[in-house]
């Protein structure tokens, strides 16, 4: 009895130090010195689609705006908006379509940067399956790979399947991350095919093993795959966070403003001598070609396009179980604002 009690009381002092921890980390640490400190948790750190995160950090952008940034990698988009719902972090380098998702559960999360106004990824057939798999109709029966359930992958996934006629519950979605752990589950049988990213798109089409099926990396694949745009990857934060820390918000929106008019005006093979090496996979020349292939997609202002957001509320209106029910009452105006955006602009302008 006594051994019950005593981890009962441990238990109990353990959850109310993590709610502590939570509390704390909901707010931002304006730093004794008054530099913010600040922690970003990126979706998968050297994926293509979310390299604004790291860029601004290797371009000093933090640091110029005041700001004490402190990057983790989160490989699932799902965890990384986990990480955000428990206050262990203040921000997300991660897909909008997740701010639709929460607030169809009640949280409000909005997206104060839009990096992209396409999704950067592409649904990948093994080889061998190609001639089986020839659009979202032949899912049926057939092992999906995504990063992890409730993911973006997952609500690609389930969108091109129901674009197809395919039910959510007539194929297999199998959690197989990204990059080498993706690969891997292609080449030995354990998917059919599965939604990725660059670079693990280029590894995969350089050696033959996968071929593209859908590419959402372009204006043009994403509309053909989506019936529209698909805003995609972004800086999203707790609406709290927003409207309690205004001036922090503003220079952390500036430091991506500057680094994506920075990434515009520079080539890919400048962008892969600023990154840092390991993001190359020791493949210098293939993350090269990555980057030609995915930096179009990047918005030059980060900017949200309107239109692009109501059909990302059609398409998950459509497919997405969470956002099915309540699709009417979404507010689409607490999922995104461009207030601080503007302002980094009309200050750049100047």
Same mark, same amino acid.
């Given at each position: 009895?006594?051994?019950?009690?005593?981890? $009962?009381?441990?238990?109990?002092?353990?959850?109310?130090?993590?709610?502590?921890? #939570?509390?704390? %980390?909901?707010?931002?640490?304006?730093?004794?010195?008054?530099?913010?400190?600040?922690?970003?948790?990126?979706?998968?750190?050297?994926? !293509?689609?979310?390299?604004?995160?790291?860029?601004?950090?290797?371009?000093?952008?933090?640091? *110029?705006?005041?700001?004490? =940034?402190?990057?983790?990698?989160?490989?699932?988009?799902?965890? $990384?908006?986990?990480?955000?719902?428990?206050?262990?972090?203040? $921000?997300? =380098?991660?897909?909008?379509?997740?701010?639709?998702?929460?607030?169809?559960?009640?949280? #409000?999360?909005?997206?104060? =940067?839009?990096?992209?106004? /396409?999704?950067?990824?592409?649904?990948? !057939?093994?080889?061998?399956?190609?001639?089986?798999?020839?659009?979202?109709?032949?899912?049926?029966?057939?092992?999906?790979? !995504?990063?992890?359930?409730?993911?973006?992958?997952?609500?690609?996934?389930?969108?091109?399947? %129901?674009?197809?006629?395919?039910?959510? *519950?007539?194929?297999?979605?199998?959690?197989?991350?990204?990059?080498?752990?993706?690969?891997?589950?292609?080449?030995?049988?354990?998917?059919?095919?599965?939604?990725?990213?660059?670079?693990?798109?280029?590894?995969?089409?350089?050696?033959?093993?996968?071929?593209?099926?859908?590419?959402?990396?372009? !204006?043009?694949?994403?509309?053909?795959?989506?019936?529209?745009?698909?805003?995609?990857?972004?800086?999203?934060?707790? #609406?709290?966070?927003?409207?309690?820390?205004?001036?922090?918000?503003?220079?952390?929106?500036?430091?991506?403003?500057?680094?994506?008019?920075?990434?515009?005006?520079?080539?890919?093979?400048?962008?892969?001598? /600023?990154?840092?090496?390991?993001? &190359?996979?020791?493949?210098?020349?293939?993350?090269?070609?990555?980057?030609?292939?995915?930096?179009?997609?990047?918005?030059?202002?980060?900017?949200?396009?309107? &239109?692009?957001?109501?059909?990302?509320?059609?398409?998950?209106?459509?497919? %997405?179980?969470?956002?099915?029910?309540?699709?009417?009452?979404?507010?689409?105006?607490?999922?995104?604002?461009?207030?601080?955006?503007?302002?980094?602009?009309?200050?750049?302008?100047?």
């Amino acid at each position: 009895m006594r051994l019950k009690r005593t981890l $009962a009381v441990t238990a109990a002092l353990v959850s109310l130090a993590s709610l502590t921890a #939570c509390r704390d %980390s909901r707010n931002i640490d304006l730093g004794t010195g008054g530099k913010p400190h600040l922690k970003i948790m990126i979706g998968g750190i050297s994926k !293509v689609i979310y390299l604004p995160g790291q860029l601004a950090q290797q371009l000093g952008e933090y640091e *110029k705006q005041g700001l004490d =940034v402190e990057l983790f990698d989160q490989p699932s988009g799902a965890n $990384a908006e986990t990480s955000l719902l428990a206050g262990e972090v203040q $921000a997300v =380098v991660g897909f909008y379509d997740h701010t639709i998702d929460l607030q169809a559960k009640e949280q #409000c999360l909005t997206s104060v =940067v839009q990096f992209s106004n /396409v999704p950067g990824e592409a649904e990948m !057939v093994a080889s061998a399956k190609a001639p089986a798999i020839q659009s979202g109709k032949d899912f049926r029966g057939k092992n999906l790979g !995504v990063t992890s359930l409730g993911s973006s992958t997952d609500f690609l996934t389930k969108a091109l399947a %129901s674009r197809g006629g395919v039910d959510g *519950k007539d194929y297999t979605p199998v959690k197989v991350g990204a990059g080498q752990t993706f690969i891997s589950a292609m080449q030995q049988g354990s998917i059919d095919a599965g939604m990725t990213t660059d670079p693990t798109i280029a590894q995969l089409t350089n050696t033959g093993q996968a071929k593209i099926l859908y590419d959402m990396r372009t !204006v043009e694949g994403t509309r053909a795959a989506l019936g529209g745009l698909y805003p995609a990857s972004s800086l999203y934060m707790s #609406c709290e966070i927003v409207k309690r820390y205004p001036d922090v918000v503003q220079k952390l929106t500036n430091a991506f403003v500057d680094s994506l008019k920075w990434l515009k005006s520079h080539t890919p093979e400048q962008v892969a001598d /600023v990154m840092p090496p390991s993001f &190359a996979g020791g493949d210098k020349a293939l993350y090269v070609k990555s980057l030609r292939d995915s930096l179009p997609m990047f918005t030059p202002d980060g900017r949200m396009d309107p &239109a692009g957001a109501r059909n990302v509320l059609s398409v998950l209106g459509a497919s %997405s179980s969470n956002v099915k029910p309540k699709k009417d009452q979404i507010d689409l105006s607490k999922t995104y604002t461009t207030q601080f955006v503007d302002a980094a602009l009309t200050r750049s302008a100047r």
